[in-house]
């Protein structure tokens, strides 16, 4: 409890202090931000970005793609409000497609995509469930990072020091001996993008999931406390209980463009793997998880689960497996270790097997095919019926009902085959299992989290939570742990908010635009990027002459539709950070 809140107040005086030091910089955005960038610098980071509220950071790619989505017209015309638009804004649009069908209303929007301070980035439900904890509300902030130190101490395990927050309240409960009462499993549920915004905006559809928080010891000001809030940030806070400054994790993905003789294109690369996704990188995470924790504490002898159909989200929880472990130790801790993704070019479960194992029961699961028996005619006019189909549209593939239910589905299977039709539920040794609900992240990105689409997810994923608990209830009685939480939330619609869209690309062409033109046709100023968060190269910026202020300078300059669309750009220097010696 002492190092959690020291931890925290002292990013608090820290931020006094430098809102001083920045006050002539733009001021169009809280301290969150500050802080935010504090807990997450890497030393290879020099700019970091941010955007005005509602306005949307992406590749081309992605600002240019648009689906059809389906809304409750009352709840449209109520959304719309908030930022005070209306349907007619709508109606008007040249892009929109706006059509009326009684009291639904179909319209084409653009991909959303999530990873800012502001408050429906960040705001997430957090609730810890079982005989360890008091059904209590609490109204403090707290974050993602202080899940792994709370159940450590119900699993008798300690945290690395990279988890500085510590533990939250628990009841250390004794067995008749003294010793330490341990949970027979601890389980966490990861809605993907599961905001509070969007269990407010559909709670009618998840009447489990609010009866679960009520019945919890819950906190109502859980946040999101580390920038970029992505995915693999947010599932490697939830493992490791560090910020990324500690985890390096800062994003799903890093970009640059390559360019050569006047031609270019933006390149990419996913957090811990190529194109290969069955070799995987789990160094890049430079924290221990629990769940490594529990490997060495009890050397294989704990069952680890962890499912996503995003690798990202499964190793962010999971941890390393048998990486950089005695060669004595690598077989039990990899045949324990059930961390494992879905390969789009496949359809099926994998994992990379040096370090994890597969359950055989998903071996047998296969998305394709439960979309096909979900949705015989097809779903939001996609007809996806083959490998190949399905390859082209996996994001629609991921987001449906129909993944939501395979999800819940599955990981209730995983349990009962390797953890108590093996007769480890009894064995004295705690299990860890996460699970990712990622069709919820799926659905939000392609329809947005206000659509009726993410609703009927959102319902589907709440049976599934219902399922889940009843399981856990009628085969560990009252020995277990069920911690409900979500990764990040998402920015509303553009369409609804009226917020701005600028590319990656964009970006980098105007900082590039600092350098000689001929110079551009083969070089770049910018060694990578995140969707918020820039690397630049030095020794091209020396040879130039080029500051990072001049840098940060001509990103403030970007408009878009005659608007400013950053509310601010901070260096290093702007956080009191130490300078990139690399």
Same mark, same amino acid.
């Given at each position: +409890?002492?190092?959690?809140?020291?931890?925290?107040?002292?990013?608090?005086?820290?931020?006094?202090?430098?809102?001083?030091?920045?006050?002539?910089?733009?001021?169009?955005?809280?301290?969150?931000?500050?802080?935010?960038?504090?807990?997450?610098?890497?030393?290879?980071?020099?700019?970091?970005?941010?955007?005005?509220?509602?306005?949307?950071?992406?590749?081309?790619?992605?600002?240019?793609?648009?689906?059809?989505?389906?809304?409750?017209?009352?709840?449209?015309?109520?959304?719309?409000?908030?930022?005070?638009?209306?349907?007619?804004?709508?109606?008007?649009?040249?892009?929109?497609?706006?059509?009326?069908?009684?009291?639904?209303?179909?319209?084409?929007?653009?991909?959303?995509?999530?990873?800012?301070?502001?408050?429906?980035?960040?705001?997430?439900?957090?609730?810890?469930?079982?005989?360890?904890?008091?059904?209590?509300?609490?109204?403090?902030?707290?974050?993602?990072? *202080?899940?792994?130190?709370?159940?450590?101490?119900?699993?008798?395990?300690?945290?690395?020091?990279?988890?500085?927050?510590?533990?939250?309240?628990?009841? @250390?409960?004794?067995?008749?001996?003294?010793?330490?009462?341990?949970?027979?499993?601890?389980?966490?549920?990861?809605?993907?993008?599961?905001?509070?915004?969007?269990?407010?905006?559909?709670?009618?559809?998840?009447?489990?999931?609010?009866?679960?928080?009520?019945?919890?010891?819950?906190?109502?000001?859980?946040?999101?406390?580390?920038?970029?809030?992505?995915?693999?940030?947010?599932?490697?806070?939830?493992?490791?209980?560090?910020?990324?400054?500690?985890?390096?994790?800062?994003?799903?993905?890093?970009?640059?463009?390559?360019?050569?003789?006047?031609?270019?294109?933006?390149?990419?690369?996913?957090?811990?793997?190529?194109?290969?996704?069955?070799?995987?990188?789990?160094?890049? +995470?430079?924290?221990?998880?629990?769940?490594?924790?529990?490997?060495?504490?009890?050397?294989?002898?704990?069952?680890?689960?962890? @499912?996503?159909?995003?690798?990202?989200?499964?190793?962010?929880?999971?941890?390393?497996?048998?990486?950089?472990?005695?060669?004595?130790?690598?077989?039990?801790?990899?045949?324990?270790?059930?961390? #494992?993704?879905?390969?789009?070019?496949?359809?099926?479960?994998?994992?990379?097997?040096?370090?994890?194992?597969?359950?055989?029961?998903?071996?047998?699961?296969?998305?394709?095919?439960?979309?096909?028996? #979900?949705?015989?005619?097809?779903?939001?006019?996609?007809?996806?019926?083959?490998?190949?189909?399905?390859?082209?549209?996996?994001?629609?593939?991921?987001?449906?009902?129909?993944?939501?239910?395979?999800?819940?589905?599955?990981?209730?299977?995983?349990?009962?085959?390797?953890?108590?039709?093996?007769?480890?539920?009894?064995?004295?040794?705690?299990?860890?299992?996460?699970?990712?609900?990622?069709?919820?992240?799926?659905?939000?990105?392609?329809?947005?989290?206000?659509?009726? *689409?993410?609703?009927?997810?959102?319902?589907?994923?709440?049976?599934?939570?219902?399922?889940?608990?009843?399981?856990?209830?009628?085969?560990?009685?009252?020995?277990?742990?069920?911690?409900?939480?979500?990764?990040?939330?998402?920015?509303?619609?553009?369409?609804?908010?009226?917020?701005?869209?600028?590319?990656? *690309?964009?970006?980098?062409?105007?900082?590039?635009?600092?350098?000689?033109?001929?110079?551009?046709?083969?070089?770049?100023?910018?060694?990578?990027?995140?969707?918020? @968060?820039?690397?630049?190269?030095?020794?091209?910026?020396?040879?130039?002459?080029?500051?990072?202020?001049?840098?940060?300078?001509?990103? +403030?300059?970007?408009?878009?539709?005659?608007?400013?669309?950053?509310?601010?750009?901070?260096?290093?220097?702007?956080?009191?950070?130490?300078?990139?010696?690399?």
């Amino acid at each position: +409890m002492k190092n959690r809140f020291l931890v925290r107040y002292s990013f608090i005086a820290f931020s006094v202090v430098l809102f001083v030091a920045i006050s002539c910089k733009p001021t169009g955005f809280s301290q969150l931000w500050v802080e935010g960038y504090q807990r997450s610098a890497r030393p290879d980071i020099d700019i970091f970005l941010v955007p005005k509220k509602y306005a949307l950071l992406q590749t081309k790619k992605a600002t240019d793609t648009y689906s059809l989505a389906r809304f409750d017209k009352k709840q449209l015309e109520s959304e719309l409000s908030h930022y005070s638009r209306s349907i007619q804004d709508l109606q008007s649009s040249d892009t929109a497609e706006y059509k009326e069908d009684g009291d639904t209303v179909s319209m084409k929007v653009g991909r959303v995509t999530h990873s800012t301070a502001y408050d429906y980035d960040t705001e997430i439900p957090l609730a810890f469930f079982g005989k360890w904890f008091d059904a209590n509300k609490h109204n403090q902030v707290v974050y993602q990072q *202080e899940i792994a130190p709370t159940l450590a101490s119900l699993m008798g395990v300690s945290m690395p020091e990279t988890a500085k927050l510590g533990s939250l309240n628990t009841k @250390q409960l004794k067995q008749s001996n003294g010793s330490l009462q341990m949970p027979d499993i601890v389980v966490v549920a990861v809605i993907d993008q599961g905001g509070r915004n969007l269990l407010k905006l559909h709670s009618e559809v998840a009447p489990n999931i609010h009866s679960l928080i009520e019945k919890s010891d819950q906190y109502a000001k859980a946040k999101v406390g580390h920038l970029d809030a992505h995915t693999a940030v947010g599932h490697a806070a939830i493992g490791t209980g560090a910020f990324p400054m500690d985890n390096s994790i800062i994003s799903n993905t890093y970009y640059w463009i390559e360019r050569q003789n006047g031609q270019s294109k933006l390149a990419s690369r996913a957090i811990y793997a190529g194109k290969d996704e069955s070799k995987v990188d789990s160094s890049e +995470m430079t924290a221990l998880t629990l769940a490594d924790q529990l490997n060495r504490a009890y050397n294989g002898k704990s069952v680890i689960v962890s @499912q996503s159909y995003a690798l990202r989200a499964a190793i962010g929880m999971g941890g390393h497996g048998a990486l950089n472990l005695p060669a004595e130790s690598q077989a039990a801790i990899r045949n324990s270790n059930f961390i #494992y993704w879905l390969d789009s070019n496949s359809s099926h479960w994998i994992t990379d097997s040096r370090y994890y194992s597969v359950p055989s029961v998903a071996r047998a699961s296969d998305p394709l095919l439960q979309f096909t028996k #979900y949705y015989p005619t097809g779903f939001a006019g996609y007809q996806i019926r083959d490998r190949a189909s399905a390859k082209k549209n996996w994001g629609t593939l991921m987001a449906t009902a129909a993944e939501a239910e395979l999800e819940g589905e599955l990981i209730r299977a995983v349990i009962q085959s390797e953890i108590i039709a093996k007769n480890k539920d009894k064995d004295g040794v705690p299990d860890l299992v996460y699970v990712s609900f990622k069709s919820a992240d799926a659905v939000g990105h392609k329809f947005g989290y206000q659509s009726l *689409e993410a609703k009927e997810t959102l319902a589907t994923i709440d049976e599934q939570i219902g399922k889940l608990i009843d399981f856990l209830k009628e085969n560990y009685n009252d020995r277990f742990v069920l911690v409900l939480t979500a990764d990040h939330g998402s920015v509303p619609l553009s369409e609804i908010t009226g917020g701005l869209r600028l590319s990656i *690309e964009e970006v980098i062409n105007q900082i590039d635009s600092l350098l000689p033109a001929d110079v551009t046709k083969n070089h770049s100023l910018v060694k990578m990027m995140t969707v918020a @968060q820039i690397s630049l190269n030095h020794d091209l910026m020396q040879e130039y002459g080029i500051t990072d202020r001049q840098v940060a300078q001509k990103i +403030m300059d970007i408009t878009v539709n005659n608007q400013k669309f950053f509310a601010g750009v901070l260096t290093r220097q702007d956080l009191n950070l130490k300078p990139d010696k690399k």
